[in-house]
T-cell receptor, first 115, second 113 residues
């Protein structure tokens, strides 16, 4: 257990509304990631963070923003949700297992439906 | 740029049969390779990882994978499938000097009684 929680676990919202998803970790990991999972695409990186206030874009960042004001929390915001953002969202942290041999550990996911 | 392909979006095997899930990667530098498993409505769980030590890597639940540089492959195998192995499996790659992971599209494994 890497101590990762996501909230909410399920959310239904309407097109055009703002949505914020929260990822919380308890083990002080530096790197945190947001992915979306869609059938046939595997996991695609939205944004990641390499420290407090340090974030960067991933493969599918359009329409998403992130913030990290504390080590333990990484927030993903959809400023104006669209139906194409209906997906399952996973948060991950990168834990250290000696040198460069670190590994990602995942949260339980948030299922978001945009109507 | 790194990429991962997984041949076969859906694989079916009989209980007790060999499981073989294919993963090929492209990377311009030595890769670190991972297999994850996802059970329905759950997050991803690490099965095993290759980090440039032994080329044959053993993971949890009886799975293993072999890194073959000449074939740029990291196929996942299990000698005898169990009903509880039914899940989706993802291969992922990360470079030794990068911080990001690239995932394949996944292979759904069904185990038939």
């Amino acid at each position: 257990d890497a101590g990762i929680t996501q909230s909410p676990r399920h959310k239904v919202t309407e097109t055009g509304t703002p949505v914020t998803l929260r990822c919380h970790q308890t083990e002080n990991h530096r790197y945190m990631y947001w992915y979306r999972q869609d059938p046939g695409h595997g996991l695609r990186l939205i944004h990641y963070s390499y420290g407090v206030k340090d974030t960067d874009k991933g493969e599918v960042s359009d329409g998403y923003s992130v913030s990290r004001s504390k080590t333990e929390d990484f927030l993903l915001t959809l400023e104006s949700a669209t139906s194409s953002q209906t997906s399952v969202y996973f948060c991950a942290i990168k834990g250290l297992a000696g040198g460069l041999t670190d590994t990602q550990y995942f949260g339980p996911g948030t299922r978001l439906t945009v109507l | 740029a790194q990429s991962v392909t997984q041949l076969g979006s859906h694989v079916s095997v009989s209980e007790g049969a060999l499981v073989l899930l294919r993963c090929n990667y492209s990377s311009s530098v030595p890769p670190y390779l991972f297999w994850y498993v996802q059970y329905p409505n759950q997050g991803l769980q690490l099965l095993l990882k290759y980090t440039s030590a032994a080329t044959l890597v053993k993971g949890i639940n009886g799975f293993e994978a072999e890194f073959k540089k000449s074939e740029t492959s990291f196929h996942l195998t299990k000698p005898s499938a169990h009903m509880s192995d039914a899940a989706e499996y993802f291969c992922a790659v990360r470079t030794a000097y990068g911080q990001n992971f690239v995932f394949g599209p996944g292979t759904r494994l069904s185990v038939l009684p």
